[in-house]
């Protein structure tokens, strides 16, 4: 069973992932901020008698993290995430106050405008990125550590079903896609998308790693189906044949 929620001010996609057998499930990416989207997904869970075992951030992004704190504590599940990115994860406000350092803010995602802007609130040991030409506005929702860290090949359980982690970084060193061999899908994260690829112009971010990361994910049979961070599924083989960046002239 495969639920899919769009959550976040950015439209994350957040994917309940249970085991239809032992009805254990985790969940992936739980942007999960406002109380329509915590209803929903509690329904979601109750309707089915489900019991949440995990939850598994594909990186550290806020974005992407948003409900940790929320599901961890309403439900006990653990939160797992890679190695390489769990430092972030209790204290995302300071990557944030890096990465205003070092760079402008990206433009809005609802209005397109470069006037966002990056409040840090050291002594609350928060941030916020707001624009000032529409409403956006996205706060930094602490996450609690991680309970248990992951490395590519690890192996993550629930029920019968067997999700491989897949080391895919790029969009953040310590990025991850989960593949479901059994059931031919894989979970990728801001890796990979319909047709494009995470972004890689944050403080670590890497250009070059993604695209290894992205052909490594191409090895995957074509008839996998590709379930993304944002944006609508797509497949391995719509992508190795129509996705730009792989194209000859991307393959340098």
């Known amino acids: 069973m495969i639920k899919n929620f769009v959550v976040g001010p950015i439209e994350t996609n957040c994917y309940l992932v ?31 008698n489900l019991h949440l075992k995990y939850i598994v951030d594909t990186h550290h992004h806020i974005d992407h993290t948003g409900g940790n704190a929320m599901l961890k504590q309403a439900t006990g599940a653990e939160i797992l995430i890679h190695e390489l990115d769990a430092p972030v994860l209790p204290e995302q406000w300071k990557w944030i106050l890096k990465m205003s350092k070092v760079r402008q803010p990206p433009p809005c995602p609802m209005c397109g405008s470069d ?11 928060q941030a916020i990125i707001s624009c000032r030409d529409c409403s956006f506005k996205f706060e930094v929702i602490p996450s609690p550590p991680a309970d248990l860290l992951l490395h590519g090949g690890d192996t993550i359980k629930a029920g019968q079903l067997e999700f491989i982690v897949i080391h895919t970084p790029g969009h953040s060193p310590g990025g991850i896609s989960l593949y479901i061999e059994k ?3 894989v979970f990728t994260g801001d890796t990979l998308f319909k047709g494009s690829i995470g972004r890689t112009d944050t403080i670590d ?11 490594k994910l191409m090895q995957l049979p074509e008839d996998t189906i590709v379930y993304p961070g944002h944006g609508e599924k797509t497949t ?10 792989l194209q000859d002239k991307n393959k340098k």
């Open 18 to 48: 249970a085991c239809e057998e032992t009805l254990e499930a985790i969940i992936i990416d739980p942007d999960i901020r406002t109380k329509e989207e915590k209803e929903k997904v509690f329904h979601e869970i109750s309707q089915r």
């Open 115 to 125: 006037k966002t802007v990056m409040d840090i609130l050291e002594e609350q040991r």
């Open 183 to 185: 059931e031919k899908v």
């Open 205 to 215: 971010g890497s250009f070059e790693d993604i695209i290894k990361s992205v052909k």
């Open 236 to 245: 391995i083989d719509r992508e190795k044949s129509e996705n730009p960046y």
